[in-house]
Structure formats: C-alpha cells, structure tokens
C-alpha cells in the first residue's frame, strides 16, 4: 500500500519526466499522433504543459490536496470506473490524478482515440514503485466497482446513467463554452481569444465555440488575430470540415466573414462545427445569460473568473461541470461502510 507522501512523490516524479525531453516518451507522443491524426504535435505538447504547469506544480498540488484532509493511509480503498473521453490529449488525466491521490484503485476504460499517453504514464509510475500496480488498471470492462466517472456525449450519457444509476456516479454530457467581447480588446487579448477558439482544433468543451460581440462590433481585428492559426488548413481533416461548411454557406447564400481558416458566422446555437465560430450580438451584457442553457456551458470567457486566453489552462480546481471530483471521491470513502 502507498501511503499519501508516497503517491505525491510519485506525481512529482511524473512531472519531471514529462518536463524533460527522453526518448520513451517522445516515441509515446509520436504513436498518440499516428493513431489520431488530429492530436498533432504541438497540440499534445500544450496538454502535456497544462498539466505539469496547473495540476503538478508542488506548491499547488499540496495546497489543493490539504484542502481536502486527505488521510495519510487509505485502509479502505474503493474500486472506481473511470469512462474516459478522447477529444483532446489527456483529456481524462484530472479525474485520474484525483483517484490516484485519493488512495482509491481505478480500472480507466480509454478512448480508443486516446488509448497511448495515460497508459504509458501509468506504465512510467509503476516503473517507479510496484505497488503502483496495485491502484490502476486498464480494461473495455468496468462490471463491478464501487462507483464510476464518466465523460461522452449526450448519447453515451443516457447510457451511462442507465448503467450506472445504482452506483455513486458523475457523468458529464456534452458541454462547449463562450466567450463575451466587449469591444475594447487590444490585439493580444483577440489572439487569446483565438487560442480559446482554436487550440485542439476546437475538439474540447473548454474550447469556445460562440463570442458574443456588442451591436455593431468591427470584425476586422478578430478575423486578423485568426491567422494565427492558418496553419490548421494544412491539416486535411481540418481543411475538409472548412471547405465542406464553407461550401454549405455559399449554397445557402448564408452571410458569413472568413480570414481563409475561420469561419464566423452569426447563431443562437452556442455548439458550432469544426471550423466555424458562431457569433451573436448582444445589447447588454445581462441579456447574454438569458440566451443560453448553463447546463451546455463548461467556461464563459472574458468574464471576471475566466480572462482570454484560459479556456484550455483550467487550474486544478477548476473542475469540468462544475463538480468537485475529490470531495466526491472524499466522500466515498469517509461513508460508513
């Protein structure tokens, strides 16, 4: 059994192995790329830096598990299901950061999409110490735990709370955000705005998929900052969702502005496709809340919690849906049995 500063020590350990350049995990990165094209590169590296930077640092991570008073031994370890989703890299590492810290064993069932980097981080920990081994698990199987975290889409959803309805659960559904635009960005703010947008080619519900701009706002500085990201277009499952909504625009003869790699086209749906940003104009900014379901919203960007530019850097209390995954897990395991 590991005891808590053992699992903390671990952690630490995983930071500096993803800090520092090394073969085993440049070649992990590489087949994560090969078997989903749309985690390149640099969009693996921005996760992987999310995450040694808002969820590993030291300081932070001892301060957030203190708050907490996560016992030093966990006599009584529940098995938890983990249903991890496989829209951006490591999408699924903060509710296996939490298991793990929390003393709990976790069976994860992957994305087949994402089924390389979280295996081979495991794989590095129990490396490390063997006992590891003992915690995580992998497995298309999650028959018989105590209770299970799971992330999908609407569809998945209604299955899991089907399934799983007997057990303690969280299930998150799909979610997208929105970021308010009040007209006096300068150009740094707009290209901050355009990595909420962009990043992970707008695959993440932390990715902004709809602004809301004032009554006659000037596109021109935001269609700019776009280019930015032109280089998407050099990616052709990209290029094809554009060319494909691009054309659906035309045939429609719907308006819509473009700098050649972003469409922005005005909707009350705050979900958009691949490609392309909704807008919507807003006269105050108290109405904005009155247009949309908070149930689909993960952040709203440009507000006083959330600034430009962290849609894709959460902290590691800022937790998806809303839900405080430790004290979830905290509360488990401090029932009596």
């Known amino acids: ?58 300081p932070d991570l001892n301060n957030w598990i203190q708050r907490y008073a996560i016992p030093e031994e966990n006599l009584h370890p529940l098995h938890i299901g983990i249903t991890m989703a496989g829209n951006i890299p490591l999408t699924g590492f903060h509710d296996f950061l939490c298991c793990f810290l929390t003393g709990n064993r976790q069976t994860i069932k992957l994305s087949s999409k994402d089924n390389i980097l979280l295996r081979h981080l495991a794989n590095t920990m129990i490396a490390l110490d063997e006992k590891v081994a003992d915690y995580i698990h992998f497995s298309d199987s999650l028959k018989g735990c105590d209770a299970y975290i799971a992330t999908g889409s609407n569809n998945t959803a209604r299955y899991f709370e089907y399934y799983f309805r007997k057990y303690p659960h969280i299930i998150r559904k799909n979610r997208t955000s929105i970021a308010i635009v009040k007209g006096n960005e300068t150009a740094t703010d707009l290209e901050k705005l355009t990595d909420d947008v962009c990043l992970y080619f707008g695959l993440g519900c932390r990715n902004v998929t709809k602004i809301y701009v004032p009554e006659k706002y000037d596109f021109s500085a935001l269609l700019d900052a776009f280019r930015k990201y032109d280089f998407l277009m050099d990616h052709h499952k990209y290029k094809h969702n554009y060319d494909y909504q691009l054309t659906l625009h035309i045939l429609n003869q719907k308006y819509y502005m ?10 009350p749906a705050v979900f958009s496709p691949i490609s392309v940003l909704h807008y919507e104009y807003y006269s105050t900014p108290e109405k904005i809340y009155e247009t949309f379901n908070p149930e689909e919203i993960q952040s709203i960007i440009g507000s006083e919690t959330t600034p430009m530019g962290a849609a894709q850097s959460p902290r590691i209390d800022d937790y998806a849906d809303g839900i405080d995954t430790l004290s979830f897990l905290q509360e488990l395991n401090t029932k009596p049995a």
């Open 1 to 58: 059994m590991l005891n808590l500063q053992q699992r903390i020590h671990i952690i630490n350990e995983i930071r500096n192995y993803i800090d520092n350049p090394n073969s085993s995990w440049e070649d992990a990165k590489r087949l994560a790329f090969e078997n989903n094209a749309w985690f390149i590169p640099e969009f693996i590296d921005n996760a992987v830096d999310n995450i040694s930077r808002y969820f590993l640092r030291q």
């Open 258 to 267: 473009t700098n050649g790699s972003t469409l922005l086209t005005e909707a």
